[in-house]
C-alpha cells in the first residue's frame, strides 16, 4: 500500500468516525431533551399529587369533624331519651297500686 493510498483510507476512516460522532451527539441531545420533559412531567404529577393529597386530607378532617359533631348529638338525643323514660316510669309506678292491694274494677 502506498503512502496516499493510506492517507485517502485514514481520511475515509476520520469522515466515518466524524459522522458517528455527529450520530451520537445527536442522539445524546435527543435523549437529554426526553429526560429533561420527563422531569418536567414527573413534577407537574408530583404537584397534582400534593394537591390532592392536601384536598383529601382537609375533606377527611371536615368529615371526622361532622362525625364528632353527630356523635354528640346523638349522644344528647340518648340522654333526653333516657330521662324521658325514666320520668314516664316513675310516673307508672307512682299510679300504680301498692302491692297488697286489690285492683278496683269498674
Known amino acids: 500500500m502506498s503512502l496516499e493510498s493510506e492517507l485517502g483510507e485514514t481520511q475515509c476512516q476520520l469522515v466515518e468516525v466524524r459522522d458517528e460522532l455527529a450520530k451520537t451527539r445527536s442522539l ?14 414527573v413534577e407537574a404529577l408530583t404537584a397534582k399529587l400534593d394537591r390532592a393529597e392536601e384536598s383529601h386530607t382537609v375533606r377527611l ?46
Open 28 to 41: 445524546l441531545r435527543t435523549q437529554v431533551a426526553i429526560a429533561g420533559s420527563g422531569q418536567r412531567e
Open 61 to 106: 378532617n371536615e368529615f371526622m369533624r361532622l362525625l364528632e359533631e353527630r356523635s354528640h348529638q346523638m349522644a344528647s338525643l340518648e340522654k333526653s331519651l333516657a330521662a324521658i323514660l325514666q320520668k314516664r316510669e316513675d310516673e307508672v309506678s307512682f299510679s300504680k297500686p301498692a302491692s297488697g292491694s286489690q285492683p278496683t274494677r269498674e
